[in-house]
């Protein structure tokens, strides 16, 4: 598609469309939001309105089959991914699916192979590979600042919030049927997949994981050990059920000659601190709409300008390692 415009259309526009992806598509050169779909009508229209999209459906295959549509984002939660990707390959439409990119491994390699299939890009909204702090962190190590990596550390821990995960009807994210698994999935995911950008491919990794509170279904606790294909080890933890003076949320890169430190999901800041030189914190402003880089990649790669740093290749991986992490529980 070189020399063209991207065209949009959205399946399932949600509250992740309201700021964080959806109205970057116009913002970014040669890309147009054209149509949204949502199986509640009212609320496609409504978005549509809101938003000055010029077509709204409430059918997945009117949208797809839009001849004005030439990309498709698939907003929804993970348990229609791999069937909208199929729709949208045999179409023979460019495919921008949210993250994680499917309930489990097979279905990403189901979508993958679709898509290649019908020869159609796909892409997956790990955007974090897009943002201007993690591309520092990525510089850093690039640049050996921190000397050769050993190892890393991950922790997430979080207070349990009972008004949010309690109403488990309510709350897809901690339905193991629609998102695959509970929090570590929709949250863990962009911690590891953000280290495979920057550390290369985890080969082995193998954990434990329980629930302990008994809200819902999904896990609330997982610890894990990984190897990375270069050799460097890691370790994380992530808790949903902590208290309150417990809650902290810290990646740890170690290296031969110092460490880099930052937040996946809190400031835009990232630590540097080595043997020769004072501490130093690198800060930055994020844009309003949080995926605009990553949509602008997506845009470039899909018109033959550029690369999208995210594809189903490598956010396969990241299920891949997640589920090598829950390991029986995910069976249950």
Not at 130 to 150: N, T, W, Y
Not at 256 to 271: C, D, H, L, R, W
Request: net charge negative; aromatic share 8%.
């Amino acid at each position: 598609m070189k020399n063209h415009k991207v065209t949009w259309g959205i399946i399932g526009v949600g509250d992740v469309c309201e700021v964080k992806s959806a109205p970057a598509m116009n913002l970014v050169e040669n890309s147009e939001l054209i149509a949204v779909m949502r199986r509640r009508g009212a609320l496609a229209k409504d978005y549509a309105q809101r938003h000055n999209i010029a077509k709204w459906y409430d059918d997945a295959d009117e949208l797809i089959n839009d001849p004005d549509v030439n990309a498709i984002y698939i907003a929804t939660p993970p348990a229609f991914h791999a069937e909208y990707t199929k729709r949208v390959a045999s179409a023979g439409k460019a495919v921008y699916v949210e993250k994680p990119m499917a309930r489990t491994y097979e279905e990403c390699l189901e979508m993958i192979e679709a898509c290649k299939n019908a020869n159609v890009p796909l892409y997956v909204a790990y955007y974090r590979r897009s943002l201007p702090h993690f591309l520092k962190i990525k510089e850093l190590i690039d640049q050996q600042a921190i000397g050769d990596i050993r190892m890393v550390n991950i922790q997430l821990i979080q207070a349990c919030n009972p008004d949010i995960v309690s109403r488990q009807e309510h709350n897809w994210r901690v339905d193991p049927k629609i998102a695959g698994g509970g929090y570590f999935y929709d949250l863990a995911s962009h911690q590891l997949d953000f280290l495979d950008y920057v550390l290369g491919p985890i080969e082995t990794a193998n954990g434990h994981a329980t629930n302990q509170m008994g809200l819902y279904n999904a896990e609330d606790i997982v610890t894990a050990s990984f190897r990375f294909e270069s050799g460097v080890l890691g370790v994380g933890s992530w808790c949903f059920t902590s208290s309150e003076v417990s809650k902290n949320e810290r990646t740890t890169i170690i290296g031969s000659k110092g460490q880099i430190s930052y937040q996946s999901f809190g400031k835009a800041e990232v630590i540097l601190e080595t043997t020769k030189e004072e501490r130093q914190i690198f800060t930055f402003d994020l844009p309003r709409h949080i995926q605009q880089p990553h949509i602008q990649s997506v845009v470039e790669a899909i018109l033959g300008r550029g690369k999208c740093p995210s594809d189903g290749e490598s956010a396969s991986r990241t299920n891949l390692i997640m589920e090598s992490i829950i390991g029986d529980l995910k069976k249950k």
